[in-house]
């Protein structure tokens, strides 16, 4: 798992807020104008979203978001799907859902 974009995330979430995939990917040195570069930040944040998930905790990875239409991407949905927490085709009820559950669980940590 990358630490520091863990991190990050735990940082942002316990301020209830949200952070784009170009804000992050430089902790990873990635660039978000390089394909692969898109595919492994996915991956990054699915390593995080699933260890949280063992855990018992929400999506961690639900406060990474577009710039252009402020949702996850398609693999956030995907991997909720995998882990059996969404079977539904409201995209944007679930993220709602999944970003005051991890609002509020980190607002406590």
């Known amino acids: 798992m990358h630490q520091a974009i863990y991190e990050r995330l735990k940082s942002v979430a316990r301020a209830g807020a949200y952070v784009t995939y170009t804000d992050i990917a430089p902790l990873a040195g990635l660039d978000m104008s390089n394909p692969d570069d898109r595919n492994k930040i996915g991956e990054l944040l699915g390593e995080i979203s699933?260890?949280?998930?063992?855990?018992?905790?929400?999506?961690?990875?639900?406060?990474?978001?577009?710039?252009?239409?402020?949702?996850?991407?398609?693999?956030?949905?995907?991997?909720?799907?995998?882990?059996?927490?969404?079977?539904?085709?409201?995209d944007l009820l679930f993220f709602i859902q999944e970003f005051e559950r991890v609002r509020h669980f980190w607002r406590n940590q």
């Open 50 to 90: 699933i260890h949280e998930h063992q855990q018992g905790h929400p999506l961690l990875s639900v406060i990474v978001i577009h710039r252009e239409n402020n949702i996850p991407g398609h693999g956030f949905f995907q991997l909720a799907r995998e882990l059996n927490l969404y079977s539904g085709r409201d």
